[in-house]
């Protein structure tokens, strides 16, 4: 991977660590994903605008084709993942999901983008599990799972929607992997446009619950400007960095966010379930 793609996917890394432990202190639903995309589609207008005010017009059927399906799978991506984070520990949640994508990424990549994987390349891949069994607890983590009562319960459910949200990862990975390298469309409309089609997707069930959406806006907007401004920034970074280095690489790179979620969660947070004590 060249240098310069590699500091794109460390900077994209600790931003979307940070976003997801904002997120997760939030406690938001469905009402703070729609806050988050309309923020999002409103800060990010100036640049989508500039970098795509010649491209747009040009798009076909396939291009936007791919971009819904991107949508629809980013939708029930943030979903799952904030169901998550309410009903398990970040530190749990995170790194089996960002640690299953990558695997999931690269087969995906090979088989819709035609990249192969040398030996060098699965070996990083297993490192990254390596990784993940580490970062989420390692033992103490199996010893959660097999424990009895609340524990057992609460660890059990950050690795099924841990899970969940890794398979959906891995989905619009491969998606958005397409749109840059395949459709050439640039990697700041993909996000734009991305956020632009997903408020349709999560206006209906904040319309049967308008107060809710109300409150949420009132005390999560700070929580909510703040994912709309660093997550976007992050995943162009990644799609920047996908259009210099085969995506089965990238992937794998960016999951390096496991190990700064899992020291920030684990400082800012307050979880005390980590591979290593953190010192304050």
């Not at 923020?39 to 605008?49: E, G, H, K, Q, S």
């Not at 009903?87 to 299953?100: C, E, I, M, Q, W």
């Not at 976007?232 to 496991?258: G, N, W």
């Amino acid at each position: 991977m060249p240098p310069f793609a590699l500091a794109l996917v460390l900077t994209a890394a600790l931003l979307h660590a940070l976003w997801n432990v904002i997120a997760k202190k939030a406690g938001g639903n469905h009402h703070f994903a729609l806050l988050s995309v309309l923020i999002t589609v409103v800060v990010w207008a100036p640049v989508a605008l500039w970098f795509g005010s010649d491209q747009w017009q040009r798009w076909g059927a396939a291009e936007w084709a791919v971009l819904t399906a991107s949508a629809v799978v980013h939708v029930v991506y943030f979903t799952v993942l904030l169901t998550g984070y309410r009903k398990s520990d970040l530190t749990v949640v995170y790194p089996v999901a960002r640690g299953s994508g990558p695997l999931l990424a690269a087969v995906g990549a090979v088989l819709v983008l035609g990249e192969t994987l040398t030996a060098l390349g699965v070996a990083g891949i297993l490192g990254v599990c390596g990784g993940v069994f580490l970062i989420a607890g390692g033992p103490q983590l199996l010893h959660r799972v097999q424990a009895d009562g609340p524990a057992h319960a609460k660890a059990m459910a950050g690795v099924r929607w841990g899970a969940a949200t890794g398979a959906l990862i891995a989905a619009y990975t491969v998606i958005d992997g397409y749109a840059v390298k395949v459709l050439l469309i640039g990697p700041v409309l993909v996000d734009y446009v991305g956020n632009l089609l997903r408020v349709p997707l999560l206006l209906p069930p904040v319309l049967r619950d308008r107060a809710g959406f109300r409150d949420a806006a009132r005390s999560q907007w700070k929580h909510a400007l703040a994912v709309a401004t660093m997550g976007p920034l992050a995943y162009v970074l990644v799609l920047y960095a996908v259009t210099m280095a085969p995506l089965s690489h990238v992937a794998p790179a960016r999951e390096v966010s496991m190990l700064f979620a899992a020291l920030i969660g684990g400082r800012l947070l307050g979880e005390g379930h980590r591979a290593w004590p953190v010192r304050r």
